[in-house]
């Protein structure tokens, strides 16, 4: 991958205990999240680009045997074009799932750690955790990593809490970072704007008012993602020229039947990033419908934003805890998780005249400049050299 000279302080070595695969791999383990693969791409590829090294050693997540496979071998996934490192195997065996997982990051972390010239700077674990007192391998191996080694580990902490133990944290939710049960020291980083491709916005053109409006949801088809919610809200719509596009993994008998019902309400299911680029540049705006009521949505941040905003286009959204307050400029919120507060932001944000929508674009453009991966994974470089000092 290309280096730049873009460094701030000295280089950087880092081991990411965590796998980061390609699409392939994504697609044939469905317990793996392509959000938080494709989040943790951003941030390790625009490592690289900065001039920092990273290696990622991890294995593919699969739900336990006889529901997923019972042997899950090195050979059945692959890391993401471009990163250097190893994907590990392990029995996926009822009860015993978790020590293989560790066993297997042992023997490969110990082997990489032989062979280096020198001990990486950092570890780095991802986590989601329910409870803070949870061993996942990856902790477990940060924690012995960093008891024989002195390697200090640092914790991304996506959602649920954060465990206790690592040498720097990195919150992703806006309100855990300031919250009295934030363990320190900290940063918040919710993420970088992707670099996308898509086709020209045909939505500009002169004959704007005339064109189909598709409204698009990017996430999962669950309860936490507020997905039934908007459908529901868009069924009550009785525009015939506005359309709803849903992408994603999961199943939702409620959200088929209303498909079912309203025509105008397309669920594409899991779709490819080239595929989800091309649906994304067709669409007019961008819907982030996850409920405030839903208690596990306290203490995470909606991801998809960043993605949604890469398009430079209008997003309506809930302003969950986990959101900073910044995005008030650049994103429409939506008041509550009721469905008429949803209609009604559905119906605003479809019926934006063409200067109202060029006004959110020139916010989210000038938001987007402070907000790349470049730009973010800087702060973080930045971050850890003054904790050194």
């Not at 990163?83 to 020590?99: A, D």
């Not at 001990?119 to 989601?128: A, E, L, M, N, R």
């Not at 002169?206 to 698009?216: G, I, N, R």
């Not at 993605?307 to 650049?330: N, R």
């Amino acid at each position: 991958m290309k280096k730049s000279e873009n460094i701030i302080g000295r280089p950087e070595s880092f081991l990411w205990l965590e796998g980061i695969f390609n699409e392939d791999t994504v697609n044939s383990f469905l317990s793996i999240s392509p959000a938080s693969n494709f989040w943790q791409r951003g941030f390790v590829e625009a490592l690289y680009k900065l001039g920092h090294s990273v290696d990622v050693i991890g294995f593919p997540v699969e739900r336990v045997w006889p529901f997923g496979r019972l042997m899950i071998s090195c050979k059945q996934a692959s890391l993401s074009g471009g990163l250097t490192g190893k994907v590990v195997g392990y029995i996926n065996f009822p009860y015993l799932r978790s020590t293989f997982q560790y066993l297997s990051l042992q023997k490969s972390v110990k082997i990489y750690l032989r062979t280096r010239e020198k001990k990486p700077d950092y570890q780095i674990v991802f986590s989601c955790l329910e409870k803070s007192t949870e061993l996942t391998p990856s902790i477990r191996m940060a924690k012995y990593i960093r008891k024989h080694f002195g390697v200090p580990w640092i914790c991304i902490v996506a959602d649920g809490a954060a465990p206790p133990g690592a040498d720097g944290y990195v919150y992703l939710p806006w309100s855990y970072y300031q919250s009295e049960s934030a363990l320190t020291p900290s940063i918040h980083i919710d993420g970088g704007i992707p670099e996308v491709k898509f086709e020209y916005d045909f939505f500009l053109a002169s004959d704007f008012s005339k064109q189909k409006k598709k409204l698009l949801y990017m996430g999962a088809l669950t309860e936490h993602g507020g997905v039934s919610q908007l459908a529901r809200a868009f069924n009550k719509l009785s525009d015939q020229n506005i359309e709803l596009w849903i992408c994603g993994r999961g199943k939702n008998p409620e959200l088929t039947r209303l498909a079912e019902i309203d025509k105008r309400i397309k669920i594409e299911g899991f779709v490819d990033e080239a595929e989800l680029s091309k649906i994304a540049g067709a669409a007019f705006a961008f819907a982030n419908p996850r409920p405030n009521s839903f208690a596990p949505n306290k203490l995470n941040y909606p991801s998809k934003v960043l993605h949604y905003l890469a398009y430079g286009k209008p997003v309506i959204s809930t302003f969950t805890d986990g959101v900073s307050p910044e995005y008030a400029d650049v994103v429409i919120p939506i008041g509550d998780d009721s469905v008429e507060s949803l209609s009604s932001a559905i119906h605003n944000v479809l019926n934006l005249q063409i200067k109202e929508y060029r006004d959110i674009q020139v916010r989210i453009s000038n938001f987007n400049k402070t907000h790349t991966w470049t730009y973010q994974v800087n702060r973080f470089i930045s971050w850890l050299q003054n904790q050194r000092r």
